[in-house]
């Protein structure tokens, strides 16, 4: 197998090239003066390819597009296709009356020249019942854990219920407890954020979601937690965008970090070994 990559997860590819000691090749990315994308592949490549490349923003989608058809043009008979970031996932269903479901249009768009595709940490898992080949979904659970044990983080927190499942897998695997933020209303006027379960006073919490876009979310639940006592807090994501406010907004945590599913500043943990470990199983 050889381990091809988009210009989104260059780093990322290096990383599991290294991991599964398979041939590495970075493809030749250029732009057309009018902004059109160029690729090209240079040289011998074998017939099982694992195309790594996340699809955020909008360049990258075509980048990845265009290497699909040049892997099959090189005769390429297997193409594994990974997503580490999965760009329109928030738009997984109709909002609004004439809306697109965006998140299957890129599946749909995606899948055909993939023979497998791989995502991580899916904002929604169901995007995976849009593909017609088979899929993966991988779990940034054991390198996210990793980096709040290595800080003894005794709780681990979800921002909302929707992501209590993520932080029972991560608590699980350092040994820690889990809980989830709710809205409790005190009176007419007030409104309270807390965990549900667990009292946070002088603990060390980690607040996990999958994806820190303006910070808005881990910025009002840091907020929260440290009002009701939190000693220290962490913040942590499997796809970090730190849009807009976002580097404002995580003035209100201790620390924070995100995957490299999205190569940034930021990401200080890597998926590699996760993303490695499949392509061994499933190459
Ligand atoms: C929401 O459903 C997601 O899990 C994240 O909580 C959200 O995308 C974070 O966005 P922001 O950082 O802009 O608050």
């Not at 990383?15 to 240079?42: C, H, S, T, W």
């Not at 329109?88 to 595709?117: C, P, T, V």
């Not at 080949?133 to 054991?142: D, G, K, Q, R, S």
């Not at 350092?174 to 379960?197: H, Q, T, W």
Request: charged share 30%; proline share 4%.
């Amino acid at each position: 197998m050889n381990i091809v990559t988009g210009s989104a997860s260059y780093l990322l590819g290096e990383k599991i090239a290294q991991l599964l000691n398979e041939k590495y090749i970075p493809p030749v990315i250029e732009k057309f003066p009018d902004g059109e994308i160029y690729v090209r592949i240079e040289g011998e490549i074998e017939k099982e390819v694992a195309l790594i490349q996340t699809t955020y923003p909008n360049d990258k989608l075509i980048e990845l597009f265009l290497l699909q058809d040049a892997l099959r043009e090189k005769g390429v008979e297997r193409i594994i296709t990974v997503v580490p970031y999965f760009g329109y996932s928030r738009q997984d269903k109709i909002f609004k009356e004439g809306e697109a479901i965006s998140a299957r249009a890129m599946a749909k768009h995606i899948e055909l020249y993939s023979d497998i595709f791989i995502g991580i940490d899916l904002h929604a898992p169901s995007i995976l019942n849009w593909f017609s080949i088979p899929t993966v979904h991988l779990h940034a659970t054991e390198p996210i854990a990793r980096f709040l044990k290595e800080r003894d983080v005794d709780v681990v927190i979800s921002p909302d219920k929707g992501g209590v499942e993520r932080a029972k897998l991560v608590a699980e695997a350092m040994n820690a407890e889990f809980d989830y933020l709710e809205k409790v209303r005190l009176s007419g006027e007030e409104v309270v954020i807390k965990p549900k379960n667990l009292d946070v006073r002088e603990k060390i919490v980690g607040i996990v979601d999958d994806i820190i876009s303006t910070g808005g979310t881990i910025a009002r639940a840091a907020e929260q937690l440290r009002r009701q006592g939190a000693r220290k807090i962490y913040a942590v994501c499997t796809h970090g965008l730190f849009i807009g406010k976002a580097e404002e907004n995580m003035k209100k945590v201790n620390d924070f970090a995100s995957t490299d599913t999205i190569e940034s500043k930021y990401s200080k943990i890597t998926v590699a070994e996760v993303i490695a470990r499949a392509l061994q199983e499933y190459a």
